[in-house]
Nanobody, 118 residues
Framework: QVQLVESGGGLVQPGGSLRLSCAASGSTSSIDAMGWYRQAPGKERELVAVVTNAGTTPTVSSVKGRLTISRDNAKNTVYLQMNSLNPEDTAVYYC????????????WGQGTQVAVSL
């Protein structure tokens, strides 16, 4: 089992920046990938960015260049640096971890609210 604790959300003005953090604990040696999804009001949850053990960081095109994922393996923590935020980035951001120990399993954080508004 893996537990995920997110932090760093809040209210920011358009053009501002935030950094989200997600710390994993438990069976962290089985983690194959970590990343972030987001869900805006009335919309489906969408993938924002993923970092795998191979180091690849596919990022959805709508946030490319503004939202950057990074991972500190020593701290079992993944970060999402968000710059040039606009109101369309308002959403609940969920951290996830995918583990592999013969089967793939996904674990989710509780979500952190990001609101971009004047």
């Amino acid at each position: 089992q893996v537990q995920l604790v997110e932090s760093g959300g809040g209210l920011v003005q358009p053009g501002g920046s935030l950094r989200l953090s997600c710390a994993a604990s438990g069976s962290t040696s089985s983690i194959d990938a970590m990343g972030w999804y987001r869900q805006a009001p009335g919309k489906e949850r969408e993938l924002v960015a993923v970092v795998t053990n191979a180091g690849t960081t596919p990022t959805v095109s709508s946030v490319k260049g503004r939202l950057t994922i990074s991972r500190d393996n020593a701290k079992n923590t993944v970060y999402l640096q968000m710059n040039s935020l606009n109101p369309e980035d308002t959403a609940v951001y969920y951290c996830f971890a995918r583990t592999y120990d013969g089967d793939y399993r996904d674990y989710w954080g509780q979500g952190t609210q990001v609101a971009v508004s004047l």
